[in-house]
Every structure is written in C-alpha cells, then in structure tokens.
C-alpha cells in the first residue's frame, strides 16, 4: 500500500509503508519461497509463527565471553604488578573499576543471551479471532528480573507496517526491513502497541507475502493456502554453526535454501562470506546459548485445543 505517511498514530519514527488492512480482499500472489522458515505450525485452528530469526542468538554469549576474558586477564595483570583495588592511587581506582563495570556488563550478556527463550512465537487462532504473543521483554539490566508474559489481541485490532532501517556497518552500506504488528484501539487508528513480526530482512516481497498469508489464513482457514512445510524445530551443532552462514551447509537443508536463493542473496553471501571468521564462533556460541536457552510453553488450555 502506498503512501506518503503512516495512517497510525503514533507513526512509526522507522516507518516505510502500510500494508493493506487485515480485513480487505488481496489478490492470489502470496506465495514466497521462504515463507516456511517461519512457520511453526498451521492447522485448522491456529497458525503459528516464529520470531526466532529477530534475536541474533550467540552474538551475546560470544562478546560476554571475549569480554569477561579480556577482563579476568586485566585483573590477573594488576594482581601480578601488586596494584590493589585499595591502593590510594587514582590509577588504581580506575582500573579496578572499569574491571568490576566490564565484568558486570559481559557476565549480564551472556546470562541474557543464555536465558531468553528459544523463539517468541505469535499464534494466530482463527477459532476465537485472537492473537497471542509469546513476548520476553529483552534488555542488559539484569534487574528487575525478566519473565516472559502473554499478551492477547483481537485480530479484529491488528494491522501491519513495513518499518525500514538504513546505514553503515563499517564494510557496506546496509537496508533492512521488518514486518511490524500494530494493534489499534477498536474501529481507530490510534496505536496501543506494536510488535515486530519479522526483522532484519534485505527484500519486501518476503515480509508482504508473510501478511497476506496470515490474512487469508484468518479470513478463508487453509484452504486457499499456499503448501508451507512449516520449520524444523530441533537443535543441532550443525545447524547452529551454520544459523549466519546456511549458504555453506552441506546438508539437505542447506540445499533447499540454496535453491530458494536469488540474485540478491547470492550478492549479499558474497559480501558476507569473507566474514566466516565472525560467523563460526557466533554459530557455535548460537548453539550453547539455544542449548541453555528455556522452550516457549503456551498455557496448557491452549495447545489441548
């Protein structure tokens, strides 16, 4: 839906389109290729999406990690040069301190990476018209303590935007979009909340083509639906060493995504490729923090239905 401004208010300050309303007719076009990724589940009563590619799992544990190193070994060395932390010398004071700061900051990384939960799912139920979010609120201060909570919507109050996000990682100049959740006031376009859906993506198609399959599963149910193999759950070291580079995944798996990959992707592997040095030890940090990571649990009256 194009526009030159947001019909939401507020509006979205990463604001880039409105996609069309969740009630409107849409045409036949919704299929992607890459839509099954982000499905968990969908059957005749609800359809299940993941949010497990918005958190970059592993990040985290592996800066906490080389932090918490670099910090023990500065300690270690002012140990060794007889340098207390009650030495009355501002050197001292300084040091001792920006160790206790540092080592605070890279031990709440890698308890926050290894304590959000596996993925934060949205279910959409089309017998009740409601939807639910699995949602943990995400942040470095360790207190107060987290916990994760569900929020309920009418999907009657739920509308869509695209948000866009632009700028210089220090290599390229980057663009992602993401798919965002807006819950309105009933019969208003005033915002109560929003959600994002889907993040960090470098086309549009992908996230437009999300929402018309949300919006055509709660209006006609599966029958109209294009066939998505829903997501493999499971948690595996190889899958988790290849999460930032699946282009290079020898198995079956790594095959359907490449086959699914276009000009773009493959540009965008490219560039990213020369960066394996990064992307290996963050896929086996993915792997111990999922490892550690808590398994969503929806209330029990929900999944007996």
Same mark, same amino acid.
């Given at each position: 839906?194009?526009?030159?401004?947001?019909?939401?208010?507020?509006?979205?300050?990463?604001?880039?389109?409105?996609?069309?309303?969740?009630?409107?007719?849409?045409?036949?076009?919704?299929?992607?290729?890459?839509?099954?990724?982000?499905?968990?589940?969908?059957?005749?009563?609800?359809?299940?999406?993941?949010?497990?590619?918005?958190?970059?799992?592993?990040?985290?544990?592996?800066?906490?990690?080389?932090? %918490?190193?670099?910090?023990?070994?500065?300690?270690?060395?002012?140990?060794?040069?007889?340098?207390?932390?009650?030495?009355? %010398?501002?050197?001292?004071?300084?040091?001792?301190?920006?160790?206790?700061?540092?080592?605070?900051?890279?031990?709440?990384?890698?308890?926050?990476?290894?304590?959000?939960?596996?993925?934060?799912?949205?279910?959409?139920?089309?017998?009740?018209?409601?939807?639910?979010?699995?949602?943990?609120?995400?942040?470095?201060?360790?207190?107060?303590?987290?916990?994760?909570?569900?929020?309920?919507?009418?999907?009657?109050?739920?509308?869509?935007?695209?948000?866009?996000?632009?700028?210089?990682?220090?290599?390229?100049?980057?663009?992602?979009?993401?798919?965002? %959740?807006?819950?309105?006031?009933?019969?208003?376009?005033?915002?109560?909340?929003?959600?994002?859906?889907?993040?960090?993506?470098?086309? %549009?198609?992908?996230?437009?083509?999300?929402?018309?399959?949300?919006?055509?599963?709660?209006?006609?149910?599966?029958?109209?639906?294009?066939?998505?193999?829903?997501?493999?759950?499971?948690?595996?070291?190889?899958?988790?060493?290849?999460?930032?580079?699946?282009?290079?995944?020898?198995?079956?798996?790594?095959?359907?995504?490449?086959?699914?990959?276009?000009?773009?992707?493959?540009?965008?592997?490219?560039?990213?490729?020369?960066?394996?040095?990064?992307?290996?030890?963050?896929?086996?940090?993915?792997?111990?923090?999922?490892?550690?990571?808590?398994?969503?649990?929806?209330?029990?009256?929900?999944?007996?239905?």
């Amino acid at each position: 839906m194009s526009s030159d401004q947001s019909r939401f208010d507020p509006p979205n300050r990463h604001w880039y389109e409105d996609l069309p309303e969740s009630r409107t007719a849409f045409g036949p076009d919704i299929d992607s290729p890459t839509l099954g990724d982000e499905i968990n589940a969908v059957n005749e009563t609800y359809l299940e999406m993941s949010r497990v590619g918005n958190v970059i799992r592993g990040g985290l544990l592996m800066t906490g990690t080389v932090g %918490l190193l670099f910090f023990i070994w500065m300690m270690m060395v002012l140990i060794r040069a007889g340098i207390g932390p009650n030495a009355a %010398l501002i050197f001292p004071i300084i040091s001792w301190s920006v160790i206790a700061i540092g080592t605070t900051f890279s031990v709440s990384c890698i308890v926050l990476d290894c304590s959000i939960p596996r993925d934060m799912p949205v279910r959409f139920d089309r017998s009740d018209s409601k939807v639910y979010v699995y949602d943990y609120p995400v942040r470095l201060m360790p207190f107060p303590p987290r916990r994760a909570q569900m929020k309920t919507f009418s999907w009657h109050d739920v509308e869509a935007e695209i948000t866009k996000q632009s700028g210089y990682n220090g290599k390229a100049y980057v663009t992602r979009y993401a798919l965002v %959740l807006v819950i309105c006031k009933p019969g208003t376009n005033e915002v109560i909340d929003r959600l994002t859906l889907k993040g960090n993506d470098v086309t %549009l198609r992908g996230l437009q083509a999300m929402w018309n399959y949300i919006r055509r599963y709660m209006i006609e149910g599966v029958v109209n639906l294009p066939p998505a193999q829903p997501r493999v759950r499971g948690i595996s070291l190889r899958r988790s060493v290849f999460t930032y580079m699946p282009y290079f995944d020898p198995s079956v798996e790594g095959t359907h995504f490449r086959d699914r990959m276009g000009v773009i992707d493959w540009l965008l592997a490219l560039l990213m490729m020369w960066f394996f040095w990064i992307w290996l030890p963050m896929g086996l940090c993915h792997y111990i923090a999922m490892k550690c990571a808590p398994e969503p649990q929806w209330p029990a009256e929900m999944d007996a239905r």
